[in-house]
């Protein structure tokens, strides 16, 4: 089929192309700038260049995102966007990545996620709202910003269950020939850790002998993490835990 990714460039997108071309797709890597091999321009905090972009997919696995910048352009009205983009007569199956418990951690972020799905819903579109755990290297990239000289602090009794961003890829290339699910489902990692456990395998493995500190942390986003709304409670899980994925 003639998939489009959007986020192409992104830590997912770079695994998601060539799995999705493995199992024998014609893909196009949507990014604003559109460079490298099937690069296509396209940008959702402006609209420019999606028709374009999105002329002629039959699949699109929408991965892009912009947690740091303005988030509620490129992921809600973005999002908007693209749907209002994609040729219907055409599209049969629209993948959105989106995370494990985006409707029940108060943050900023997760909302707008939230708020992208809902728009997806009233649209109309044959869509799966493909709920997924933190990736291991984001892990990695969170625990190595978190410590302070010989001091790693983690949030008091934070529940998760990270995957590998790698199984995700192929999870989602299982996902684009199946029949939309109209609603969300969810991926994981193989096993939920607490944050501590996860940072003293990450010590361990970077032998940087850091010493990690739990700490507690007031607030409602605080409590959903430990009540452990981002574990996933249903759907299919990855292989690699976060241990196998440091080792190597
Ligand atoms: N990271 C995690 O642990 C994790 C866990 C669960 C779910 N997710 C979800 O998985 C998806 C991919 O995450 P990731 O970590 O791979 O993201 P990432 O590395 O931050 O990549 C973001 C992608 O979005 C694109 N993008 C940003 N602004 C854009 C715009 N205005 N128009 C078009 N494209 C734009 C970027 O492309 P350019 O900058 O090249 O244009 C880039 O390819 C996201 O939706 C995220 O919420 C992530």
Redesign the pocket.
């Given at each position: 089929m003639d998939v489009l990714v959007?986020?192409?460039?992104?830590?997912?997108?770079?695994r998601l192309a060539p799995a999705l071309e493995g199992a024998g797709h014609v893909v196009r890597r949507?990014?604003?700038?559109g460079?490298g091999p099937g690069g296509v321009r396209?940008?959702?905090?402006?609209g420019r260049d999606l028709r374009e972009a999105l002329s002629g997919a039959e699949v699109v696995v929408?991965?892009?995102?912009?947690?740091?910048?303005?988030t509620w352009?490129?992921?809600v009205a973005?999002t908007r966007r693209l749907v209002q983009a994609v040729d219907r007569d055409r599209l049969r199956h629209l993948l959105?990545?989106?995370?494990?418990g985006v409707d029940r951690i108060p943050y900023g972020?997760y909302r707008a996620?939230y708020a992208a799905e809902q728009v997806l819903l009233a649209s109309g579109v044959p869509v799966t709202l493909v709920?997924?755990?933190?990736?291991h290297?984001?892990?990695d990239e969170l625990l190595s910003t978190a410590r302070r000289g010989p001091v790693l602090p983690v949030p008091m009794g934070w529940r998760v269950q990270?995957?590998d961003?790698g199984e995700?890829a192929e999870h989602l290339t299982g996902l684009v020939a199946a029949p939309p699910a109209g609603g969300v489902v969810e991926f994981g990692g193989p096993q939920e850790l607490s944050a501590a456990e996860l940072a003293r395998a990450w010590v361990a493995v970077h032998g940087n002998g850091a010493h990690v500190v739990s700490t507690p942390v007031p607030g409602r986003l605080s409590t959903a993490f430990r009540d452990g709304a981002a574990v996933p409670s249903g759907g299919a899980r990855g292989r690699r835990t976060y241990e196998e994925h440091l080792r190597a």
């Open positions: 959007t986020g192409a460039t992104g830590r997912l997108g770079q949507m990014s604003r700038r460079a396209g940008d959702l905090a402006t929408h991965a892009a995102s912009d947690p740091r910048g303005d352009e490129v992921d973005g959105y990545v989106s995370i494990v972020y996620k709920r997924v755990t933190q990736f290297d984001f892990v990270p995957v961003v995700v």
